[in-house]
Structure formats: C-alpha cells, structure tokens
C-alpha cells in the first residue's frame, strides 16, 4: 500500500489549506484513513480519521475548523482546514489503518504546513 500526500505550504494565520491523500495497492474494507500531524518537536498527535462509511473523529482542537472528507472508490481522503493558526504548523501525514483482521497501519510521506501568525 502507498499513500500520496498533496496540499501543504505556507499560509498566514486564519487562511485555509486542503490536504489531499491517494492510496493505492490492496486497501480494504472496513478500513479508516486520515491524517496525523507532528508539530516541531513534539509528538506526532492525531488530527482527523474518517471510516469507510463515514464516521469522522476528530482532535479537540481542530474540531469546527478541519473538515475530513473521503472517496472510498478512489482510495482518496482529503482534509480541509479553515482559520488556521500558527500551532496548526507541522508535518502532516496520511494514514489509512484497519482495526479488524487483518489489521494494518500505513503512512504516507508528511506534507509541511506553515502557519504564520
């Protein structure tokens, strides 16, 4: 499985950026995909997953901000991200895993995101 990951770059502070993500190989059902972040010199955290029918769970802290949106025929997710803020600055990485057997985890390249204030 890969995963391509497309969108990031440099924004002032209440700007919007779209992230997309395009997996390929043997995806299969019942699978999430979505999208961690790393900040500088943190831990990489959680920011979006959406299931393939459509369950989205999402960080406190972009919860009204982000919006995470799926293609289950192209093995596409995108996140939409509106009044961003420099503490959204990170890597982000694509991620599509599976909680049931077979269970897997699958990570794309990150895709840098600037927010300046």
Same mark, same amino acid.
Do not use: H
């Given at each position: =499985? @890969?995963? /391509?990951? !497309?969108?990031?770059?440099?924004? @002032?502070? %209440?700007? !919007?950026?779209?992230?997309?993500?395009?997996?390929?190989?043997?995806?299969? %059902?019942?699978?999430? &995909?979505?999208?961690?972040? /790393? $900040? $500088? %010199?943190? @831990?990489?955290?959680?920011?979006?997953?959406?299931?393939?029918?459509?369950?989205?769970?999402?960080?406190?802290?972009?919860? %009204?901000?982000?919006?995470?949106?799926?293609?289950?025929?192209?093995?596409?997710?995108?996140? /939409? &991200?509106?009044?961003?803020? $420099?503490?959204?600055?990170?890597?982000?990485?694509? =991620?599509?895993?599976?909680?049931?057997? $077979?269970?897997?985890?699958?990570?794309? /390249?990150?895709?840098? =995101?600037? =927010?300046?204030?």
């Amino acid at each position: =499985v @890969q995963l /391509q990951a !497309s969108g990031g770059g440099w924004v @002032q502070a %209440g700007g !919007s950026l779209t992230l997309s993500c395009a997996a390929s190989g043997n995806i299969l %059902g019942a699978s999430y &995909m979505g999208w961690y972040r /790393q $900040p $500088p %010199g943190k @831990q990489r955290e959680l920011v979006a997953l959406i299931s393939s029918g459509g369950v989205t769970d999402y960080s406190d802290s972009v919860k %009204g901000r982000f919006a995470i949106s799926r293609d289950n025929a192209k093995n596409t997710v995108w996140l /939409q &991200m509106n009044s961003l803020k $420099p503490e959204d600055t990170a890597v982000y990485y694509c =991620v599509t895993k599976r909680r049931v057997t $077979p269970v897997y985890t699958y990570w794309g /390249q990150g895709t840098l =995101v600037t =927010v300046s204030s």
